[in-house]
């Protein structure tokens, strides 16, 4: 979780392989702190996308693109 502003919460889940992801954590999560984003990063994410779980929104990216946010070199 990376806090932001006042009363949201990102949410970033990571995965080996996005289809290891289960969003019954981020619902869970959004039922506590409903405003964030949610992100998932995997190795097998060759573009990004989005998917909708409910009313949720995911967004699947790979995981090399959380060092390029960070500044991080791999």
Avoid: Q
Avoid at 22 to 28: E, L, M, R, V
Avoid at 31 to 60: E, R, S
Wanted: proline residues 3%.
């Amino acid at each position: 979780m990376i806090t932001g502003k006042r009363d949201i919460a990102n949410a970033i889940e990571c995965k080996w392989l996005s289809t290891g992801f289960d969003a019954k954590n981020i619902k869970s999560f959004r039922n506590i702190y409903p405003k964030g984003k949610n992100i998932v990063l995997a190795t097998d994410v060759t573009a990004p996308y989005i998917k909708h779980y409910d009313k949720i929104k995911v967004k699947f990216k790979n995981i090399n693109t959380i060092f390029k946010a960070l500044d991080i070199e791999e």
